[in-house]
């Protein structure tokens, strides 16, 4: 039977593994990482943030976040763990909430004076495509009226029908 080697898989295990790493620093390695408390270190990155908030906030000119004090004890921290989430911690990276979407003002149409006649000419000829009312469009009124019409004669018609 063939052992395979497997590859240490956090870097602290990488770095013990590594032959080049000296007695020492290895010594050194497992002893901090044998002080290592996670709680601790989770309350002092939240310290952190909160540090990082008031900084953000008053370079913005904000009122400074609210700063988190180190719990007594690894069971009261314990306990603040899952409230987090629902009080929602307010950090520099959070995105502001999203503006509602205002709506669009419909803007008066060139066409908006002469929807009685083409709805005539639609009531007589129900067939009359878009470019056959733009044309009619443009023999009654050259000056207001081109080919560059075609693609809001469409939409009206798309509409009315």
Do not use: C
């Amino acid at each position: 039977m063939i052992k395979r080697y497997q590859l240490p898989s956090t870097p602290y295990e990488r770095a013990l593994a590594y032959p080049k790493v000296t007695a020492t620093v290895k010594k050194r390695l497992r002893d901090q990482y044998r002080s290592l408390d996670p709680v601790a270190l989770l309350a002092a990155i939240r310290a952190t943030g909160d540090r990082v908030d008031r900084r953000a906030g008053q370079a913005r000119g904000l009122q400074p976040a609210r700063t988190s004090i180190l719990p007594a004890t690894a069971a009261t921290f314990a306990k603040t763990l899952g409230k987090t989430a629902t009080v929602g911690e307010p950090r520099a990276t959070h995105r502001r909430n999203r503006r509602p979407y205002k709506t669009r003002v419909r803007m008066p149409s060139k066409l908006d004076p002469h929807i009685a006649a083409i709805e005539a000419w639609l009531a007589e000829h129900p067939q009359l495509t878009a470019l056959a009312i733009g044309g009619r469009l443009r023999e009654k009124h050259p000056e207001e009226f081109g080919k560059r019409q075609h693609s809001i004669v469409q939409r009206l018609l798309r509409a009315l029908r």
